[in-house]
């Protein structure tokens, strides 16, 4: 993986978890002021988070993903420049 591939999943990954944000919070605005009662409005919020929990776990988890994807990656390249300078010498 290069250095513009790496910048590219970066910004795309901090574009989706702004999205993420962005939809979390407008929900709850959305929410907040719409003319329900206490109980119902209480247990739409409820909802909300219980989804927002459940996509931040999920962006968690692929973000580990691509986290032990690049260190077992820079893992390998390590391993082989170290027997590649051991054989030459």
Do not use: H
């Not at 692929?62 to 390998?76: F, K, Q």
Request: net charge neutral; hydrophobic share 35%; with cysteine.
């Amino acid at each position: 993986m290069n250095y513009d591939n790496q910048n590219q999943e970066q910004t795309g990954y901090g574009f989706a978890v702004g999205m993420l944000c962005g939809v979390a919070v407008g929900a709850a605005l959305g929410l907040l002021f719409a003319p329900t009662g206490g109980k119902e409005l209480r247990g739409k919020i409820g909802e909300q988070a219980r989804w927002l929990g459940n996509q931040s776990k999920d962006a968690y988890e692929s973000a580990r993903r691509t986290v032990n994807d690049a260190v077992s990656s820079g893992r390998d390249a390590f391993q082989k420049a170290r027997t590649d300078v051991g054989a030459e010498m």
